[in-house]
């Protein structure tokens, strides 16, 4: 469940396990049914589906909300449809070998346990793991970051508070789990019990978050498990190569598959300030009106709905973007700084993670204008130690091997 950059480590895990041999299906949502088979793996339907609700635009509003989103997500459409998700997934894995669950599959856990299927757990991003030693920013509360020179104890009181209030919240899961059958728990189910205790698999890397001894027990840090989107048509990847011979390397501007229904003035700001900077850049637009800008373009700016990034990022002075987990990815793998508008969910987080790392500079979605982009690309591009950090990483991250590394884990379970 999620965005593409929830979907595509599983295709990535999924493609490497269907070449040693089994026969991985993907559930997820409908309408990602032709995504999964251009993979060439199976699918298997899991409600809900975001493309079924008559308020998608009122819902993807209303959940980019920094302070609630989230909760609001989380209420609206997982759990509200928490019975329609156990249903299909109790279809899907009658007569499997092994059920592999992400954080947003509240009804995979019961389905595991009700079931009997081997349950391996995972996680794309670090902050799922709510860790005293390394504490998330929260979206909702980011000036909590404060309180880190308090050191973990301080962190777990506060995380403890937060399960509590979150028992509301996870009631639907209480109840239905009384109705399946299953014997009341003291895990908490949106928090350590999500966790298998077989085996937890962190699909990223080392690198942007390493193991803490309040992590999961059995957790396997993977590294990033890449997968490679296809190409775009030939005409395109044509037009990229020659705007990239014609002039210095641009800055290139984009947002994630979940964010470009809220995009409002994040390109026309970007526009301005490459306007001032006089620098090239390319912009990935996406299909959404929102996301449009007004032609013509100034010279040396071109823009395309949808660039593969791994067949773009190579290419790039710098990356602006919102601070989605996979974007980062690919921005980390191509050794790159990169400007973080961070928009909600785990987003914060990650954009701070790389602002640790020395390769980012971030800018509140609130203060994102063309002023305050043209001061953070200066000190970017101007400043070598950015962009020496992110090949340093880069070179790093290209030795791990997140996709064999987690299916090598998958398979030592099967056996």
């Known amino acids: 469940m999620g965005s593409l950059g929830d979907l595509y480590p599983y295709l990535a895990i999924g493609r490497e396990l269907k070449a040693r041999g089994h026969k991985p299906i993907i559930g997820t949502y409908g309408h990602f049914h032709q995504k999964v088979a251009a993979a060439g793996l199976g699918f298997q339907a899991i409600r809900p589906d975001p493309a079924e609700f008559r308020v998608q635009h009122e819902l993807t509003k209303r959940a980019s909300n920094p302070r609630n ?52 757990s995972s996680v794309v991003q670090p902050m799922t793991f709510y860790s005293a030693y390394d504490p998330p920013v929260l979206s909702s509360a980011p000036v909590l970051t404060k309180l880190r ?16 209030r979150a028992q509301s919240l996870a009631m639907p899961i209480t109840r239905l789990r009384g109705e399946i059958g299953l014997l009341p728990s003291k895990a908490h189910p949106m928090f ?17 978050a390493a193991p803490q ?28 190569k020659s705007f990239i011979k014609d002039g210095e390397p ?14 409002r003035d994040f390109f026309r700001h970007s526009l301005d300030a490459v306007r001032q900077l006089r620098k090239r850049a390319v912009f990935v637009l996406g299909n959404h009106p929102q996301s ?13 709905n949808y660039i593969p990034f791994s067949q773009l990022f190579c290419h790039a002075s710098a990356i602006v973007h919102h601070g989605g987990i996979g974007t980062i990815a690919s921005a980390l793998r191509a050794g790159r700084q990169m400007l973080i ?40 591009l101007r400043n070598n130690s950015y962009a020496a950090k992110a090949v340093e990483l880069s070179r790093t991250m290209q030795a791990e091997d997140g996709i064999k590394t987690a299916c090598d884990a998958l398979e030592s379970c099967l056996n």
């Open 69 to 120: 989103g989230t909760e609001y997500l989380i209420r609206k459409m997982f759990l509200s449809n928490l019975r329609d998700s156990y249903q299909d997934l109790s279809q899907a894995v009658k007569g499997v070998d092994l059920l592999l669950t992400n954080p947003l599959t509240y009804a995979g856990p019961l389905v595991a346990q009700k079931s009997g299927v081997k349950w391996v």
């Open 341 to 380: 508008v961070p928009f909600t969910h785990d987003m914060p987080d990650n954009a701070e993670r790389a602002w640790r790392l020395g390769v980012a500079e971030i800018i509140p979605r609130s203060r994102y204008n063309a002023h305050n982009v043209v001061e953070a690309l200066q000190l970017l």
């Open 250 to 263: 641009p800055i290139i501007f984009c947002l994630g598959s979940s964010e470009y229904d809220n995009a």
């Open 213 to 240: 001894p309040d992590w999961p027990p059995n957790t396997v840090v993977t590294g990033f498990p890449f997968y490679d989107q296809g190409s775009a048509e030939i005409q395109v990847l044509s037009y990229l």
């Open 149 to 164: 020179h308090l050191g973990p104890g301080v962190y777990s009181a506060l995380f403890r508070l937060v399960r509590w």
């Open 292 to 304: 449009m800008l007004p032609r013509p373009y100034p010279e040396g700016v071109v823009a395309f």
């Open 192 to 208: 350590e019990g999500q966790f298998s205790p077989a085996m937890t698999l962190a699909l990223f890397s080392k690198m942007f």
